[in-house]
């Protein structure tokens, strides 16, 4: 039986949708919430993401700064422009888009983020208000996946949940989320022994390792919830995720696609961060 799809579009425009009533709410009261994002060269995969966080926020009716950046902008020119940023209350949330040129130190820059504008949840502030599970802005592709988690009925409470990467932006926050949910987490990386067998065990299998058609359908137990966080090009040039997604859907109890799923629900929790972020100054 084939696996349910969790369709981000649809769910993505139903998260959208309350944000658009939030931030009308916020603006009844005088705010309108803003979302400054900083980029920083000419990387294009990077412009394509700026461009798609403008019309977000155009349709959530959130006010969209974007400040384009020369490659060359020296470190303490952006700190400089963050700072101001930071000091100005008519704008709640800012994002610099990573990766940034080589030159310039993302944990510095980050660092200059005041966390009640840190609507990308990147923050050591946040990070670790998230650890302990105190009330903060979560990774938005995180939060992306758990919302996708409970549009699809998943539970994670008693489940075995096996997450693939250990990065900050993904691998471990997904982690510390799901311990939140009371599953029972592991976390598989490059020198992870017996990868294939762990992630059979796997009731929810979150893969975010950044290779295409990574997780084979071996890789997979019959009816769990697949997470497919990567997005990739395959030996044709198409957009494919991390998992083989034509053969998981056969085994799966219910599974994300590439595109259409949480790269969608990524970008809609980061409205919902903004939005929040505005509430908090009221």
């Known amino acids: 039986m084939a696996a349910r799809i969790i369709d981000g579009k649809t769910l993505a425009a139903q998260v959208k949708a309350r944000v658009r009533d939030g931030v009308e709410d916020c603006k009844r009261q005088g705010v309108e919430p803003c979302l400054a994002v900083l980029l920083v060269g000419d990387d294009p995969a990077s412009a394509v993401y700026v461009r798609g966080k403008a019309r977000d926020c155009e349709e959530c009716g ?9 490659a060359d902008t020296t470190q303490e020119a952006l700190l400089v422009r963050l700072a101001q940023l930071a000091a100005d209350d008519s704008v709640h949330g800012i994002l610099v ?3 940034l040129p080589a030159h310039i130190d993302e944990r510095a820059v980050i660092k200059a983020i005041p966390p009640e504008k840190d ?5 050591p502030v946040n990070v670790g208000r998230m650890m302990i599970g105190e009330t903060c802005f979560l990774p938005c592709t995180p939060a992306g996946c758990m919302e996708m988690l409970d549009a699809a009925g998943v539970d994670p409470a008693g489940k075995r949940a096996v997450v693939i990467g ?8 997904a982690a510390m989320l799901l311990l939140a949910r009371n599953a029972t987490v592991t976390i598989c990386h490059s020198r992870t022994k017996n990868l294939a067998k762990i992630c059979a065990e796997a009731d929810i299998l979150v893969a975010a390792v950044g290779r295409p058609k990574f997780v084979t359908v071996d890789m ?5 919830a697949v997470i497919d966080v990567g997005i990739n090009r395959d030996e044709n040039g198409k957009l494919c995720g991390d998992v083989d997604f034509a053969a998981a859907a056969e085994k799966a109890g219910c599974i994300t696609p590439v595109p259409g799923g949480v790269g969608l629900m990524t970008r809609a929790m980061l409205m919902v961060n903004t939005l929040q972020a505005a509430r908090n100054t009221l």
Do not use: H, M, W, Y
């Open 166 to 173: 250990r990065s900050n932006i993904v691998g471990k926050p």
């Open 62 to 70: 959130i006010r969209s700064l974007v400040e384009r950046l020369p």
């Open 220 to 224: 997979i137990k019959p009816g769990a």
């Open 97 to 99: 888009q990573l990766p």
């Open 119 to 123: 609507v990308d949840g990147f923050t």
